[in-house]
């Protein structure tokens, strides 16, 4: 089975400070994503990476930053928290289009 | 634009009803589905998906149907357990979007005993 891991699963952080969540998959993965999820907006697409060292901003990039140095990880950065971030983060990965998509169990992110 | 939407925010149910949870989207062109079953605190889990040439795919208690003449997708579980209680969602795919997939908001089901 695919397995994405993502490194916590609960985070609080405070306003203005840099926040990294860190995303790995096990199955050789192309395609890497970060979704945010929040009650009545459902799942929205922060960036996602179709290989290594490469991004592709999402529906909502601002205020976020990723980075892919090797293909099974891609990481989310929060260049300087506000309490607007304060959702469900989750990462997921697919081979191609066509193909599902994997999600990890998410990081619930509070920002104070 | 572009948007995938569920037609019931709740379902509510009986142990061993079938239940059928409801999809419109909007782009024709999509040419890929994939239903997802959400459990509190946990991660969106694939359940089954659905290219744009078959109208049904049948899996373990579920079956997934696509109408593409009023672009309507459907999941139908069997004899539905309390272990089914979740949040699902719908999701589509199409050339333009490229990889990522575009989701629905959500119908809750809830399965009682």
């Known amino acids: 089975d695919v397995k994405v891991t993502q490194s916590s699963r609960y985070l609080v952080k405070r306003t203005g400070e840099k926040v990294f969540l860190e995303c790995v998959q096990d199955m050789d993965h192309e395609n890497m994503f970060w979704y945010r999820q929040d009650p009545g907006l459902g799942l929205r697409l922060i960036y996602f990476s179709y290989d290594v060292k490469m991004k592709e901003k999402g529906d909502i990039p601002e205020g976020y930053s990723v980075s892919r140095e090797k293909k099974e990880r891609f990481s989310l950065i929060l260049e300087s928290a506000s309490t607007n971030q304060t959702s469900m983060y989750l990462c997921a990965s697919r081979t191609s289009y066509n193909s599902p998509l994997h999600f990890g169990n998410g990081t619930r992110l509070t920002v104070t | 634009g572009e948007s995938v939407g569920l037609h019931l925010p709740t379902l509510s149910v009986q142990e061993g009803d079938n239940s059928i949870i409801n999809c419109a989207y909007s782009?024709?062109?999509?040419?890929?589905f994939i239903w997802y079953k959400q459990e509190s605190g946990k991660g969106p889990q694939f359940i089954i998906d659905i290219r744009s040439n078959m109208d049904k795919r049948q899996g373990q208690r579920v079956t997934v149907l696509l109408n593409k003449t009023v672009k309507h997708l459907s999941l139908q579980i069997a004899a539905t357990q309390p272990g089914d209680s979740a949040v699902y969602f719908c999701a589509e795919n199409n050339r333009a979007a490229g990889t990522a997939l575009i989701f629905g908001k959500g119908t809750t089901l809830s399965v009682s005993s």
């Open positions: 782009n024709s062109a999509s040419d890929y």
